[in-house]
């Protein structure tokens, strides 16, 4: 199961409706172990594709060196898809290169970068097995409550 606060949810739904119809994507970033997505980092696709995203490959070690002296992790992996379903392609299963993270996907497809509401599901993905999983939305105040 994902615990994911309102703002962190709140900021990858509106970072995938500001790019649509160009794939979104980004990371939260946790304590290592924690599981606990604490820090988004929006990113840029570097594709700069409605079909296809791709983390600059600078900028991803930067932030992979910048994690690792903030002793985080990858809690969370997300992107958007802008034309199909909130569900990994084979494309994402075959990127999908931490075991550890939930994979996030939204789905502008209906909407767009308008109003309204939008798909927004989470996976485990594993050897190449997708597994589907809850996303719980805390308050602000529930997650403060569980990083104290």
């Known amino acids: 199961m994902l615990r994911i606060d309102q703002a962190t949810y709140d900021a990858i739904v509106e970072h995938a409706k ?7 994507c980004g990371m939260v970033a946790g304590p290592i172990g ?11 696709n ?11 490959s600078t900028d991803l070690l930067h932030l992979y060196r910048e994690m690792d002296d903030r002793d985080e ?6 992107h958007s898809h802008s034309a199909t379903e909130a569900y990994p392609s084979v494309t994402d299963i075959n990127l999908a290169s931490e075991p550890g993270a939930h994979y996030v996907l939204v ?4 909407h767009g970068n ?3 509401p939008v798909e927004f599901r989470s996976y485990r993905i ?23």
Do not use: C
């Open 73 to 78: 992790e990858p809690v969370v992996i997300y």
């Open 107 to 110: 789905s502008t497809r209906e």
């Open 46 to 56: 570097a594709a700069g594709s409605p079909t296809f995203y791709e983390y600059d």
């Open 126 to 148: 594993v050897d190449g097995a997708v597994t589907e999983e809850e996303v719980t939305i805390a308050s602000s105040t529930e997650a403060a409550e569980e990083s104290s």
């Open 34 to 44: 924690s599981d606990r997505p604490a820090r988004l980092i929006e990113m840029v």
């Open 114 to 116: 308008n109003p309204g």
């Open 18 to 24: 500001r790019d649509h119809p160009v794939e979104a």
